[in-house]
């Protein structure tokens, strides 16, 4: 979680070696540096929250249904006060680092565009049953799907309340599909 609360840059191996109570030894011993223990942090968040994404873009309901769930997992997600930091650890993650970081920062990017890249495939397969007209297209769409999701993100993190981002999320969903009263089913 210190990952997530203060980025990478933010957490020296200091901070890291006192919270978690070990000798810089044994952190280097354990994760071999500071850079893979970001990236096993990266990946416990991954895990930890888009199971729910992953299952929604992975099956073969309608595409209105697939998107609503969508943007409302991604507003519960990032306003769940349990781990006592909102927002999206990814979307924010190593937007800006040191030169010498460039490699972990194209590591961090390739995770959001595998993401977009998902969305796009489960969006381009609803174009190709005709669910979605073919202009803008799916790659279009999905940009401007993580682009409402990793803005969702950012406002929650500075404190934009749960109501707040469902309305930015219906919004989205109307900009896609046409009258917000679909949205509400999945709210």
Do not use: N
């Not at 073969?60 to 990032?78: F, H, M, N, Q, Y």
Request: aromatic residues 10%.
């Amino acid at each position: 979680m210190l990952f997530w609360r203060h980025g990478f840059e933010g957490v020296s191996v200091a901070y890291l070696t006192e919270a978690l109570g070990v000798a810089p030894a044994s952190l280097y011993a354990a994760f071999g540096s500071k850079a893979d223990l970001y990236k096993e942090a990266l990946e416990l968040y991954l895990r930890r929250v888009k199971v729910q994404a992953t299952y929604t873009l992975e099956t073969d309901r309608p595409i209105r249904e697939t998107v609503g769930e969508l943007l409302k997992s991604a507003v519960l997600s990032v306003t769940d006060d349990e781990a006592g930091i909102r927002g999206c650890m990814i979307s924010v993650s190593m937007l800006f680092h040191a030169p010498d970081k460039a490699a972990l920062a194209e590591h961090v990017e390739q995770l959001r565009r595998d993401w977009q890249t998902r969305i796009a495939s489960r969006l381009q397969r609803a174009t190709d049953v005709g669910e979605l007209p073919a202009s803008p297209g799916a790659d279009a769409w999905a940009c401007y799907l993580v682009s409402l999701m990793q803005g969702m993100g950012i406002q929650a993190r500075d404190g934009t309340s749960r109501d707040a981002l469902m309305v930015v999320a219906r919004l989205g969903f109307t900009t896609m599909f046409g009258p917000p009263g679909a949205f509400d089913q999945f709210v």
